[in-house]
T-cell receptor, first 108, second 117 residues
Framework: GQNIDQPTEMTATEGAIVQINCTYQ??????LFWYQQHAGEAPTFLSY????GLEEKGRFSSFLSRSKGYSYLLLKELQMKDSASYLC?????????FGTGTRLQVFP | DTGVSQDPRHKITKRGQNVTFRCDPI?????LYWYRQTLGQGPEFLTY????????KSRLLSDRFSAERPKGSFSTLEIQRTEQGDSAMYLC???????????????FGEGSRLTVL
């Protein structure tokens, strides 16, 4: 079976740091993606991890542990525009399987 | 605009009617995916094409759903005899072939929102 778990909602304050966790159990695994989706808009690519470790990209970083079936997305120096849903997706060889998404609300 | 485009953006229909959505992928992308997304959920995989070949279809997909990509460029998704449970956002995405067999980054369209009354 395919199981990808993320918290449903999170809140944080502008300027803070937030970590969004994702755990997965899938029949195939070739890597893990994080996408951002603002309400009513298309998902847009944030990061991709295929090897264990941390990938840093400006204010956003993503971590992967393949042995633990675990990833997180770290958002630093939060801005109001970071209020969105964050989708964890497993590369299942020929398609992406998405989690339910984490809705992040950033408050001033 | 060279992104993924979908048409129509919104469709309201009565239960039992047929609807068709169109997706134009990024021109050099030979993989095309259809996903369905309901409120508060992540995108759910429906089907995908490599060029004109439909390589996989979700087991959850009813036989009322059919997708085509006749010339390996644009694709259509048809839903026959719509039901209220079909109300969702239908997302199309495209990607390049990956030399290592991985999926690669998906580029999504804005989606087609279906409301079945």
């Amino acid at each position: 079976g395919q199981n990808i778990d993320q918290p449903t909602e999170m809140t944080a304050t502008e300027g803070a740091i937030v970590q969004i966790n994702c755990t997965y159990q899938t029949s195939g695994f070739n890597g893990l993606f994080w996408y951002q989706q603002h309400a009513g808009e298309a998902p847009t690519f944030l990061s991709y991890n295929v090897l264990d470790g941390l990938e840093e990209k400006g204010r956003f970083s993503s971590f992967l542990s393949r042995s633990k079936g675990y990833s997180y997305l770290l958002l630093k120096e939060l801005q109001m525009k970071d209020s969105a849903s964050y989708l964890c997706a497993v590369d299942n060889t020929d398609k992406l399987i998405f989690g339910t998404g984490t809705r992040l609300q950033v408050f001033p | 605009d060279t992104g993924v485009s979908q048409d129509p953006r919104h469709k309201i229909t009565k239960r039992g009617q047929n609807v068709t959505f169109r997706c134009d992928p990024i021109s050099e992308h030979n993989r095309l995916y259809w996903y369905r997304q309901t409120l508060g959920q992540g995108p759910e995989f429906l089907t995908y094409f490599q060029n004109e070949a439909q390589l996989e279809k979700s087991r959850l997909l009813s036989d009322r759903f059919s997708a085509e990509r006749p010339k390996g460029s644009f694709s259509t998704l048809e839903i026959q005899r719509t039901e209220q449970g079909d109300s969702a956002m239908y997302l199309c995405a495209s990607s390049l072939d990956s030399w290592d067999g991985n999926t690669g980054e998906l580029f999504f369209g804005e989606g087609s929102r279906l409301t079945v009354l």
